[in-house]
């Protein structure tokens, strides 16, 4: 049982450039996250999917597209890479239904992508 | 929308004291929880405890607490009996219970155990 997995785990990109980092989980969870990490920001969810099929925008979209493959899979892709994208990239999984079951439902998070824009 | 408020950039706590770690939280949904995650050096998030918002209780994990004032709208970790391995980036979380359920995280407070 791996939880959550993402490749690659570091990535130089020059601007312009695309790029897809891949994340899979094998929890049979619902939903699955993609969040940013810059330093003194905490997390910032950029986009999420709740379950397959499905994907919708998070606090910073501008510049990513995502893809749900499957119920396993959520890739997340760089069209046009900027400086400003330079950040740490967590993926994360969880299930759904926690306001009527009451229960934690907490997000397991990938190792995390570290992509550094140059 | 929902905002959480982490006041404490750093903290320097000596071996086996007690620390407590602020969050304050702002919401309009009348079902929520709350969530605490600890990132070492290391770098992955590790789920550390969670309070719901209707729970009668404080959540419990071990040596770690959540001291729960929904009036006051504050999610405090307490971490008793600190050790080495605590030194750590600590995000405070909450999620809706409606709708996405996504989570809105802090800016983090960064502690430092002190041997």
């Known amino acids: 049982n791996a939880g959550v997995t993402q490749t690659p785990k570091f990535q130089v990109l020059k601007t312009g450039q695309s790029m897809t980092l891949q994340c899979a989980q094998d929890?049979?969870?619902?939903?699955m996250y993609w969040y940013r990490q810059d330093p003194g920001m905490g997390l910032r969810l950029i986009y999420y999917?709740?379950?397959?099929?499905?994907?919708d925008k998070g606090e910073v979209p501008n510049g990513y597209n995502v893809s749900r493959l499957n119920k396993r899979e959520f890739s997340l892709r760089l069209e046009s890479a900027a400086p400003s994208q330079t950040s740490v990239y967590f993926c994360?999984?969880?299930?759904?239904?926690?306001?009527?079951?009451?229960?934690?439902?907490?997000?397991?998070f990938g190792p995390g992508t570290r992509l550094t824009v140059t | 929308a929902q905002k959480i408020t982490q006041t404490q950039p750093g903290m320097f706590v000596q071996e086996k004291e007690a620390v407590t770690l602020d969050c304050t939280y702002d919401?309009?949904?009348?079902?929520?929880?709350l969530f605490w995650y600890k990132q070492p050096s290391s770098g992955e998030m590790i789920f550390l405890i969670y309070?719901?918002?209707?729970?009668?209780q404080n959540a419990t994990e071990g040596r770690y607490s959540l001291n729960f004032q929904k009036a006051r709208k504050s999610a405090n970790l307490v971490i008793s009996a600190s050790q080495l391995g605590d030194s750590a980036m600590y995000f405070c979380?909450?999620?809706?219970?409606?709708?996405?359920?996504?989570?809105?995280f802090g800016t983090g407070t960064r502690l430092t155990i002190i041997p």
């Open positions: 994360a999984s969880s299930e759904m239904g926690a306001g009527r079951s009451g229960r934690a439902y907490e997000q397991y």
């Open positions: 929890m049979n969870h619902n939903s």
């Open positions: 999917s709740a379950s397959e099929g499905t994907t």
């Open positions: 919401t309009s949904d009348p079902s929520y929880g």
């Open positions: 309070q719901g918002s209707y729970d009668q």
């Open positions: 979380a909450m999620r809706s219970n409606f709708g996405n359920e996504k989570l809105t």
